[in-house]
């Protein structure tokens, strides 16, 4: 048998090499396992962004909630309201049905009261106030108007009447003096004097409430007082005072 003889140098060499491979098992192993650590760290952090946005989207779906929760909170306590508001309503048509029976025979009392007045008043602008009165009674027994706008057409009326109290006027119609029809200009101040200029010859009168008589006065000085008031009620000069003839003891009677 033969040996063959190994150098000692020979053994560490071996051992290194394979201390060598070792190493580079473990250092590709490591970064193996590196890079699966880094993908699984991606996949992490993916996973972690989506369920951060989830949490966010949850979180606004809450709010949104505690949104609509507060809003029907607020629609109910309306809703609430309204339907007190409506029995409120029903309660007040219940009694307007009342008031409109009981406010029908007022209103047409106080236009019967208004023809009454027509006829114990100065005479003047007859035609005109006689037609507003009848106008109110066709239109008190008209089904498509309300009671309201009747109401407020015969307090209207009433109105009118009124301003003819404190306001001065002049306006153009037929004297009925007797038997006679003159074309004459007419002077109203308020309702404490009614004058005439009759047209043409220009002959002046007043209204007489104790007679319930047209009566004449003198041209002089009354016709220039009479055209002075005519112009002031037209407006063609300006405001001043103006005399007009009355019947102090018609005065001292009222």
């Not at 201390?19 to 580079?24: E, L, R």
């Not at 009392?109 to 507003?132: A, H, N, Q, S």
């Not at 109401?151 to 009124?162: F, H, K, P, T």
């Amino acid at each position: 048998m033969k040996h063959i003889a190994v150098p000692a140098l020979l053994i560490p060499l071996t051992s290194f090499v394979i201390a060598q491979d070792t190493i580079k098992d473990i250092e590709s192993e490591g970064l193996a396992r590196t890079g699966e650590g880094q993908q699984m760290q991606g996949q992490i952090d993916e996973v972690h962004k989506e369920t951060r946005s989830l949490i966010d989207e949850y979180q606004s779906r809450l709010k949104l909630v505690a949104g609509l929760e507060h809003y029907n909170v607020m629609l109910n306590s309306q809703l609430l309201a309204q339907s007190q508001e409506i029995l409120v309503l029903q309660e007040s048509i219940g009694e307007v049905q009342v008031i409109e029976r009981q406010i029908l025979p007022l209103l047409a009392r106080m236009i019967e009261g208004l023809d009454e007045f027509l006829v114990l008043d100065v005479p003047f602008l007859m035609t005109e106030r006689r037609e507003r009165t009848a106008r109110l009674r066709e239109l008190l027994v008209r089904s498509d108007v309300t009671v309201a706008e009747k109401s407020r057409r015969v307090l209207e009326a009433y109105q009118i009447e009124n301003d003819y109290g404190r306001t001065i006027e002049s306006y153009k119609d037929k004297l009925q003096l007797g038997e006679a029809s003159f074309d004459a200009d007419f002077l109203r101040v308020g309702r404490i004097g009614l004058l005439y200029r009759t047209v043409g010859n220009g002959e002046v009168g007043y209204w007489d409430r104790a007679s319930k008589n047209w009566k004449p006065l003198a041209n002089t000085p009354y016709r220039r007082y009479i055209d002075q008031g005519l112009k002031v009620a037209n407006q063609e000069i300006a405001p001043e005072l103006i005399s007009i003839p009355f019947n102090p003891q018609e005065q001292v009677k009222r």
